[in-house]
């Protein structure tokens, strides 16, 4: 059974940093595609960043592009995201997301940001950005 587990979230200071891991079990990271998504109250699940296992390729939000750095440590089953120049508006609840990759790739109607590309998702995390 896929598991995925989230930690690493907290209450920052605009302009600052902080480090979100997700560690899996059950599934073997090369044959799965991985993402990070946020929620914010009242909004809809928002795509962060990708990551094909096998293929190295990331794609980042606009939004996060050259604040965010997405990394994995393969013998701890384990992905990061570490955030850094911190804004309120990243204040969020953030979710680590997985699929197998043919899955993934078969859902072709899905945008590669869409949540619906994945089946497996962590129980989140919470960040918080003070002004």
């Known amino acids: 059974q896929v598991q995925l587990v989230e930690s690493g979230g907290g209450l920052v200071q605009a302009g600052g940093s902080l480090r979100l891991s997700c560690t899996a079990s059950g599934l073997t990271f090369s044959n799965y595609h991985m993402g990070w998504f946020r929620q914010a109250p009242g909004k809809e699940r928002e795509f962060v960043v990708d990551?094909?296992?096998?293929?190295?390729?990331?794609y980042y939000a606009d939004s996060v592009k050259g604040r965010f750095t997405i990394s994995r440590d393969n013998p701890k089953n384990t992905m990061y995201l570490q955030m850094n120049s911190l804004k309120p508006e990243d204040t969020a609840v953030y979710y680590c997301?997985?699929?197998?990759?043919?899955?993934?790739?078969?859902?072709?109607?899905?945008?590669?940001?869409?949540?619906?590309?994945?089946?497996?998702w962590g129980q989140g995390t919470q960040v918080t950005v003070s002004s």
């Open positions: 990551f094909n296992w096998s293929g190295g390729n990331t």
């Open positions: 997301a997985a699929a197998r990759s043919d899955t993934y790739y078969r859902r072709s109607s899905y945008s590669s940001t869409d949540p619906n590309k994945y089946d497996y």
